[in-house]
């Protein structure tokens, strides 16, 4: 496959040669890589700087050195490799995809039981609210359903008749409940509900962040090439996903330009609390040494690569430990780090289901939005989960409503 990306940047892109190096356009941007392929080869792209193997570059760079001495370059008359597949157990998975909006209201009835309803001062009159259950289940159902609220209206009311409701709220007060700031904490504790039934199957763990865009748009000037430029203003949601099932064990969302490394200690800790954690997989945008530390005082491993500049630190610290496997366990780190690429999997089934935008307007309603889709996400795995793994989708230790645990309603006694 690499030897087929190289022919095609050969075949398409200028690739120029100054002093010794070999400047090679990107395929995914505007940028260029630094090539070296006399003596020393080197590349500045991550798959040479992971792998330490010639990348698409170098090979591109050597078709076009023989290109122009005159030499004959080899023509690919193969089909093209196939990719590798996983296994899919279709009866069970489709079973899954019939029954999963039925079973999806049941399973948010089920968790939304378990969340207190704030007491009413007795000195106001008026109408009373819509219970907070009633808000919670109104909100993820409608944002599962990916309609707006006007026509949405018919699957409130069939939840209704169901009995997944205690009162019938119109369609647009959904919008309203959305922008109750109050609302954050319960859906971020819900969302770590969610997980607990996978807690005995997952053990390794991939953090990673990703945008939602909205309505907004926003300028900036960009540094690099001296212009103004514009685009939709988004939702960064950082997130912690388990490997084998995809299930999402924290989520946290800030502003959009806050950095990942930051959010690191949070994730684990969060999902430290729940889960047994052995290996956690990031990219390189997490690297430090607290970080490394973090993840070994929860009794597991990070495996994180190592920046090109990064080096050796005193004898005996765990950076150096984990720089020295880095460097001469190469294979066995990049099998466990690869790993972390089902949280884009993740992602992308959060996204191509629940869609990859937000209808809300306020920055509250947005925020809450997001919230909404991981935990219609992490109902829907589980829903899964228990059809392919046989697992029990028991959120709370009691089935009793009585006697089930409580999420309390921030800022009531």
């Known amino acids: 496959?690499?030897?087929?990306?190289?022919?095609?940047?050969?075949?398409?892109?200028?690739?120029?040669?100054?002093?010794?190096?070999?400047?090679?356009p990107s395929q995914s941007n505007g940028g260029k890589y630094r090539v070296v392929i006399d003596g020393d080869v080197s590349c500045q792209c991550d798959d040479f700087q992971l792998t330490k193997k010639p990348c698409k570059h170098v090979i591109?760079?050597?078709?076009?050195?023989?290109?122009?001495?005159?030499?004959?370059?080899?023509?690919?008359?193969?089909?093209?490799?196939?990719?590798?597949t996983y296994k899919q157990n279709w009866p069970l998975y489709e079973k899954a995809q019939l029954t999963e909006k039925d079973r999806f209201q049941e399973l948010l009835f089920d968790l939304c039981r378990g969340i207190e309803e704030p007491?009413?001062?007795?000195?106001?009159?008026?109408?009373?609210?819509?219970?907070?259950?009633?808000?919670?289940?109104?909100?993820?159902?409608?944002?599962?359903?990916?309609?707006?609220?006007?026509?949405f209206a018919c699957d409130l009311a069939e939840a209704h008749r169901k009995e997944f409701l205690s009162v019938l709220p119109h369609a647009r007060c959904i919008n309203r409940f959305m922008e109750d700031e109050r609302l954050?904490?319960?859906?971020?504790?819900?969302?770590?509900?969610?997980?607990?039934?996978l807690r005995a199957i997952e053990t390794s763990f991939a953090p990673d962040s990703t945008g939602f865009s909205v309505s907004r748009f926003v300028r900036w000037f960009n540094e690099k090439y001296g212009e103004e430029k514009s685009g939709r203003?988004?939702?960064?949601?950082?997130?912690?996903?388990?490997?084998?099932?995809?299930?999402?064990?924290?989520?946290?969302i800030d502003e959009r330009h806050t950095g990942d490394i930051t959010q690191f200690p949070g994730l684990v800790n969060a999902t430290a609390e729940n889960f047994t954690i052995k290996d956690v997989c990031a990219d390189k945008a997490y690297l430090s040494r607290e970080n490394l530390e973090?993840?070994?005082?929860?009794?597991?491993?990070?495996?994180?690569?190592?920046?090109?500049?990064?080096?050796?630190?005193?004898?005996g610290t765990l950076w150096e430990k984990m720089f020295h496997f880095y460097q001469f366990n190469r294979e066995d780190f990049l099998r466990r780090y690869h790993q972390r690429s089902n949280i884009e999997s993740t992602f992308a089934m959060l996204k191509a289901k629940f869609r990859d935008h937000v209808r809300s307007k306020t920055d509250v309603a947005m925020k809450n939005e997001v919230l909404l889709k991981f935990l219609c996400h992490n109902i829907v795995v589980v829903h899964q989960s228990i059809?392919?793994?046989?697992?029990?989708?028991?959120?709370?230790?009691?089935?009793r409503r009585t006697e089930s645990p409580m999420l309390k309603f921030p800022g009531v006694g």
Request: charged letters at 25%; proline letters at 6%.
């Open 1 to 24: 496959m690499r030897e087929l990306k190289a022919l095609e940047i050969a075949a398409r892109y200028k690739i120029e040669y100054r002093n010794g190096t070999w400047f090679v």
């Open 60 to 84: 591109a760079c050597r078709l076009v050195w023989e290109r122009d001495k005159g030499e004959t370059v080899p023509v690919v008359v193969d089909a093209v490799p196939k990719k590798p």
């Open 119 to 151: 007491a009413r001062p007795s000195n106001l009159t008026g109408r009373k609210p819509v219970p907070l259950a009633d808000q919670v289940f109104a909100c993820a159902f409608k944002v599962f359903s990916t309609f707006s609220s006007r026509r």
């Open 184 to 197: 954050t904490p319960i859906l971020e504790n819900l969302i770590v509900q969610t997980s607990l039934p």
């Open 233 to 252: 203003d988004w939702v960064k949601a950082h997130a912690m996903c388990g490997i084998q099932t995809n299930i999402v064990t924290a989520v946290f």
């Open 294 to 315: 973090l993840v070994h005082n929860k009794s597991g491993t990070a495996f994180i690569p190592f920046k090109s500049n990064s080096k050796s630190d005193t004898q």
């Open 387 to 399: 059809i392919e793994l046989g697992i029990e989708g028991t959120f709370w230790k009691s089935n």
